[in-house]
């Protein structure tokens, strides 16, 4: 598939993004708007593309974060338990949800990430969070079917999520590099079945994420993520209220008409 725009605009968007990634957790929900607005790609392709690039991202971001020690192993497989299936039926629900409403979950996944990272505070000399098998699994499993569904890797949905049990921030981004693996294995084993991925865009996606959660992930572990989280914070709103813009004028158009 040919992307309208040209490469460029599209590769500094997906290097970005993997910096974001490595950096705060949040930013994988800005590939798919790129891809489909800026790259005229059909939003389930997109999706499905996105899908596969997060399998490579995943794995360098969890073996950044874990030379740091800031991933929680112990929370890790009861996450996946609840993640595999979870995004495995998001995928199928990709391929029979019409586009438009796939955008609405998307813009709106976007605007709470971002309203959500304004609200967090300081997460210093927080105590640490035991969370129970039970508890953990239906995270997951949430985590899984809104990853596959929006396309957004896991990070997006899992990071607002721990933050608000009060787990400590890079606790939280640690394991949501993690749980990227199972996320995209499953969602793309999913896409492979009954949608369409474009692989050419796909693992070139991978290699600019590879490149921008590396960079990321070392950021984290040197600096405040405080002020990062808000300027995240700030660009996603603007994002998602662009979608919301974007979905509402044909409406509004038809209403004054």
Not at 78 to 86: D, K
Not at 104 to 125: H, K, P, S, Y
Not at 136 to 145: E, M, N, Q, R, V
Not at 203 to 230: C, D, N, Q, T, W
Request: net charge positive; charged share 10%.
């Amino acid at each position: 598939m040919s992307l309208s725009l040209g490469l460029l605009p599209l590769a500094l968007v997906g290097l970005l993004v993997g910096v974001l990634i490595g950096c705060v957790g949040i930013g994988g929900v800005l590939l798919v708007p790129a891809l489909t607005y800026l790259g005229g790609m059909d939003i389930q392709v997109a999706i499905a593309s996105c899908m596969l690039s997060y399998l490579f991202s995943g794995l360098v971001g969890a073996i950044a974060y874990s030379r740091h020690g800031s991933i929680r192993w112990g929370m890790c497989g009861s996450l996946a338990l609840g993640a595999m299936p979870g995004a495995y039926l998001g995928a199928l629900a990709v391929s029979v949800v019409p586009g438009m409403w796939l955008e609405v979950l998307i813009a709106v996944l976007i605007l709470f990430a971002g309203i959500n990272a304004l609200g967090e505070r300081d997460d210093a000399g927080r105590p640490a969070v035991e969370l129970d098998h039970l508890r953990l699994t239906a995270i997951g499993a949430l985590t899984g079917f809104g990853s596959a569904m929006s396309g957004t890797g896991g990070p997006l949905i899992l990071v607002p999520l721990l933050v608000w049990l009060n787990l400590p921030v890079l606790t939280a981004v640690g394991l949501s590099q993690v749980i990227q693996l199972p996320v995209a294995s499953l969602a793309t084993l999913g896409n492979l079945t009954h949608g369409r991925i474009d692989w050419a865009v796909g693992l070139g996606i991978a290699l600019l994420l590879m490149l921008g959660v590396a960079v990321g992930a070392r950021i984290a572990h040197r600096v405040s993520a405080g002020g990062l989280k808000r300027v995240v914070a700030f660009a996603l709103i603007g994002v998602g209220t662009l979608i919301v813009a974007r979905l509402g004028y044909p409406l509004l158009r038809a209403a004054l008409a």
